[in-house]
C-alpha cells in the first residue's frame, strides 16, 4: 500500500477528484486546513488519517473579530469520542504498537480543561463492555452508547437475528444496572461516503432493523444518529418513527448544509458540531446558523483535530487557553497529548470556533450547548436531572453543619458549582413531556394580575407603577433622519407590587444571614451586569435551564370551603393545614406527582378587585389568610417534591405568624423572632433551606372557572421571568395550559 505526503494549496472540485483517485490509499493530505474530510474519514479501525486543509475557505461573510477567552467556570461536555479507536490503544496507521492504552489519562487532561463529562460513542456490539469497564473507572465522567454503525452494518446482516437478539441484550443489561451508565442509543444512520464497509441497501436495513427494536422495546433513551452524504435518505426512513421515539436525539458530526440542519431541527433534532463542521464554507455557513437551543458540541476525538494553521483556529482561537504538552507518539509520555491525535481537551477550540462564526460569547455557545446537552441526552446519560425517587425525604435529609432540619443546601450541586435554582431541578424532561402530554383542549388562561392592581392600596415599601408613554417623534426629536408615527413606553414597578415570583435571596435564613445554598447577598453582589458573573440565586439564574415548564396543580380551598360551608375568609388570618389540603385535592380528586407547580387559591385577589366594604374593613385588620406556616407544612411540600408553589395571597402563608408556644404573633414575630420561631415561617424553608421558588398574588380566577368547569385541576403551565441579571423578583408571564 502506498502512503503519499501531499502539500499543495487547491480548490473544492480538485479536492473531490483526489479523493477518488486515492481512495483506496491511506493518505496524509496536508494543505492549508481540513476539507471535505468527511469523504475520507472511516470510523472503523481502519479509518484514513486525513488532514485537508485549504486556503479556499472563505471567512469574509463571518465576524472577524476572536471570542474572548471563556470564564474559568465554564463546563463542557464532549458527546463524542470514540474509546475504541486503535489510535487510544497505542496503534496508528501503520498498526504498529507504539505506546500503551492510554484512554484514561486523556480523561484527566480533559477534566482540566473542564471538560467533565464525555460520551463514548459505540461502533459495534464488541465496543459495549469495552466502554462500560471506562465509564466503571470513571463513574462521574464518562458514559456510553450501544448500536452499531453504518460501517459496520454488514455485521448486522450477517449476523442476522441473533446478531439484533445480542445487541437487544447488551442495552437491556446496561439499562438494568444499579447506575446505569448507558448513554443513548446509537450509533446508527446512514454513510454513503463508505460504501465499501456496507452497501447502501445493507445500511439502510441495518438502520431500520435498530430503530425497529428501538421502538418494540421503548428504552427510555435518546438517539445517537449519523447522517453523511445521505441526507434525503435518512429523512425518509426516520420521519415515520418520529411519533414513536420515547425520547429525542441528537444528529452528531453534522457537516451538511443550512438547509439539511435546518430540516433536522424541524423534526425535533439536536445537532452537534466538531472540527469536521468547520471545513467548508457551507458546512461554516451552517454552523453559524444553528439554533442556540439546538446545538451540542464534540470533539469526535481521536479524529477531527482543529489544526493551529487552520484558518478558522488562526481567526477565532486567539485567546484559547494553551493545550497541554504533546509529544510524537514514539515518544510517547502518558502525561501529555500525542501529536495529530484529537482530546477531548480541545473542546475549547470547538466552542470558540462556533462563537467566532455566531458572533456571540463561548460562554454563551458553551452554556447553551451543555443545556441542551442536558435536556437531550445528557437528560439520561450524564445524571444532571435528578431521579426524584432518590431524593431525600425531609425526615432523612443530610444535616447541613450550622443550619436546621430541612436545610438542603448542596443536594442539587453538580460538579463542585452551586445550584443557583433549587427545586426547579425537579423539572425533569420526563416531568415536562408528561405535563405537555396533557394539553388537550389548546386552552391557555393567563394567571398574571395587571401591574397596576394594588396601586389603590398604597402599600408602603411598595412603589406603584409607572407607566411612561413615549410618542416617537417626540422622543427623538433632534435626529438627523425623519421619524414615522409610532410609538415606545416605558415602565417602572417595584417586583413585589402585582404577580410574582421570589426569588431564592428575596427572604434569608434569619439567624444565620443566608440565603439558598449558602449564599450571603448584599447589593454590590445583587448588582451585576451579567447572569455568568452572578454567584446569587437570582431569577436570571433560570433562563439557563429554560425557566418553568411543567404540570400545574390548583387547590382551589376558597371554591372548597364555600362548597363545605367551612369559615374562610381571604383576609380573616385562616390558616390552611396539610389536612385541608389534602381533603381539598381529594374532593378535586387530583393526585399530586413529583415535579408539580402547586396553586392554592384563596380569593384574596378578587378581594381586592372588587373593594367592598366588608373586604376593605378586613383588609385593614391585617390579617391574611393562607398556607399553615408550620414544620409539618414544610415537611409536606418536601416530601411532595413540589419545584416551586405559589397563590393569590400576598404573602403565600398565613399572617399573622404563631408564637413557639401557640399565640398569636405580630410582624416582629415574622421577621425578627428567634430560631424556634424563624424556622416555622414557610418563606425560611421554601426560599432559604428547600430552594423552593414562592409565587404571591397570582391570578387564579379564570384558572379556577375553567379548572371548575372541565373538572380538570391539572394543566401544563409555562412561566418566564424577566431576563435581568440579579433580579430577586418577577412577574411570572406565567399560564396554564389546557
Not at 432523612?396 to 443536594?411: F, I, N, R, S, Y
Request: charged fraction near 25%; glycine fraction near 6%; proline fraction near 5%.
Amino acid at each position: 500500500m502506498v502512503l503519499a505526503m501531499i502539500e499543495c494549496c487547491v480548490s473544492d472540485e480538485a479536492i473531490g477528484s483526489l479523493v477518488r483517485v486515492f481512495r483506496e490509499s491511506i493518505i496524509q493530505f496536508k494543505t492549508d486546513r481540513y476539507l471535505n474530510s468527511k469523504a475520507l474519514t472511516d470510523s472503523s479501525r481502519s479509518r484514513f488519517l486525513i488532514h485537508i486543509m485549504s486556503s479556499t475557505v472563505d471567512l469574509s461573510a463571518f465576524p472577524t473579530a476572536a471570542p474572548a477567552a471563556p470564564s474559568a467556570e465554564i463546563r463542557y461536555a464532549d458527546v463524542a469520542v470514540t474509546a475504541t479507536a486503535k489510535e487510544f490503544k497505542g496503534v496508528y496507521r501503520d498498526d504498529k504498537q507504539c505506546h500503551e492504552p492510554d484512554f484514561i489519562n486523556t480523561l484527566d487532561r480533559a477534566k482540566d480543561a473542564g471538560v467533565s463529562k464525555v460520551m463514548l460513542t459505540g461502533m459495534s456490539l464488541s465496543d459495549a463492555s469495552h466502554n462500560d469497564s471506562i465509564t466503571k473507572q470513571r463513574p462521574a465522567q464518562a458514559y456510553y452508547t450501544i448500536g452499531v454503525h453504518p460501517y459496520h452494518a454488514a455485521e448486522l446482516e450477517q449476523g442476522g437475528k441473533a446478531y439484533l437478539a445480542e445487541l437487544e441484550q447488551k442495552v437491556k443489561n446496561a439499562l438494568a444496572q444499579d447506575s446505569p451508565h448507558i448513554a443513548a442509543f446509537g450509533e446508527l444512520g446512514l454513510d454513503y461516503d463508505k460504501e465499501e464497509h456496507a452497501s447502501k441497501d445493507v445500511q439502510k436495513k441495518a438502520f431500520v432493523a435498530q430503530l425497529d427494536l428501538f421502538v418494540k422495546n421503548q428504552w427510555d433513551l435518546p438517539l445517537f444518529l449519523h447522517c453523511r452524504n445521505a441526507f434525503d435518505d435518512f429523512v425518509e426512513i426516520m420521519t415515520p418513527y418520529m411519533e414513536k421515539l420515547p425520547r429525542g436525539g441528537l444528529v452528531h458530526s453534522f457537516v451538511g448544509s443550512a438547509s439539511q440542519m435546518e430540516k433536522l431541527v424541524s423534526m425535533g433534532f439536536g445537532v452537534s458540531v466538531n472540527g469536521f463542521s468547520f471545513q467548508t464554507t457551507e458546512s461554516l455557513e451552517m454552523v453559524s446558523k444553528v439554533p442556540l437551543d439546538a446545538l451540542q458540541l464534540e470533539t469526535d476525538a481521536p479524529w477531527g483535530e482543529l489544526k493551529s494553521t487552520s484558518e478558522v483556529v488562526k481567526q477565532y482561537c486567539a485567546n484559547a487557553r494553551p493545550l497541554p504538552a504533546s509529544k510524537k507518539r514514539d515518544k510517547w509520555d502518558a502525561k501529555c497529548m500525542v501529536k495529530e491525535r484529537n482530546e477531548s481537551c480541545t473542546m475549547e477550540r470547538v466552542a470558540l470556533v462556533v462563537a467566532g462564526l455566531k458572533g456571540v460569547a463561548v460562554d454563551e455557545v458553551a452554556e447553551a450547548a451543555w443545556r441542551n446537552t442536558q435536556s437531550c441526552t445528557l437528560s439520561f446519560i450524564f445524571k444532571m436531572t435528578f431521579d426524584l425517587s432518590s431524593v431525600p425525604d425531609y425526615d432523612d435529609l443530610p444535616q447541613v453543619e450550622g443550619m436546621p432540619k430541612g436545610c438542603t443546601w448542596g443536594l442539587f450541586d453538580q460538579d463542585g458549582k452551586k445550584d443557583m435554582v433549587g427545586t426547579l431541578n425537579f423539572l425533569t424532561p420526563e416531568v415536562v413531556r408528561n405535563a405537555a402530554l396533557g394539553v388537550k383542549d389548546g386552552i391557555s388562561i393567563s394567571l398574571n394580575w395587571p401591574l397596576n392592581a394594588m396601586t389603590k392600596l398604597n402599600v408602603p415599601g411598595r412603589a406603584v407603577p409607572e407607566h411612561k408613554v413615549l410618542y416617537i417623534p417626540e422622543s427623538l426629536a433632534g435626529l438627523p433622519f425623519e421619524q414615522g408615527k409610532s410609538w415606545d413606553d416605558e415602565v417602572s414597578f417595584n417586583t413585589q407590587c402585582s404577580s410574582q415570583w421570589d426569588s431564592l435571596c428575596h427572604f434569608q435564613h434569619q439567624d444565620s444571614g443566608l440565603a439558598y445554598n449558602g449564599a450571603n447577598p448584599d447589593k454590590k453582589l445583587l448588582s451585576v451586569d451579567s447572569t455568568d458573573s452572578n454567584t446569587m440565586p437570582t431569577l436570571d439564574h433560570w433562563h439557563s435551564r429554560g425557566c418553568i415548564a411543567g404540570r400545574g396543580v390548583l387547590i382551589d380551598y376558597a371554591a372548597y370551603a364555600e362548597e363545605k360551608k367551612i369559615e374562610f375568609h381571604p383576609f380573616d388570618g385562616n390558616r390552611i393545614t396539610v389536612e385541608d389540603l389534602e381533603a381539598c385535592a381529594a374532593y378535586q380528586k387530583v393526585e399530586f406527582q413529583p415535579g408539580d407547580i402547586l396553586l392554592v387559591r384563596t380569593g384574596a385577589t378578587e378581594v381586592v378587585d372588587r373593594m367592598d366594604p366588608v373586604g376593605l374593613g378586613k383588609m385593614m385588620a391585617m390579617k391574611l389568610s393562607g398556607l399553615d406556616g408550620s414544620e409539618e407544612m414544610a415537611r409536606w411540600m418536601w416530601n411532595k417534591r413540589f419545584a416551586a408553589a405559589a397563590s393569590d395571597s400576598s404573602a403565600f402563608e398565613a399572617f399573622p405568624p404563631l408564637k413557639p408556644d401557640g399565640s398569636i404573633g405580630g410582624m416582629k414575630d415574622l421577621v425578627c423572632g428567634g430560631r424556634l420561631l424563624i424556622v416555622t415561617v414557610l418563606h425560611v424553608y421554601c426560599l432559604s433551606l428547600f430552594g423552593m421558588p414562592i409565587g404571591e398574588l397570582w391570578d387564579l380566577r379564570k384558572l379556577a372557572a375553567y379548572c371548575k368547569k372541565t373538572k380538570r385541576y391539572s394543566f401544563m403551565i409555562t412561566s418566564t421571568p424577566l431576563n435581568q441579571p440579579g433580579l430577586i423578583g418577577s412577574p411570572p408571564n406565567a399560564l396554564a395550559i389546557f
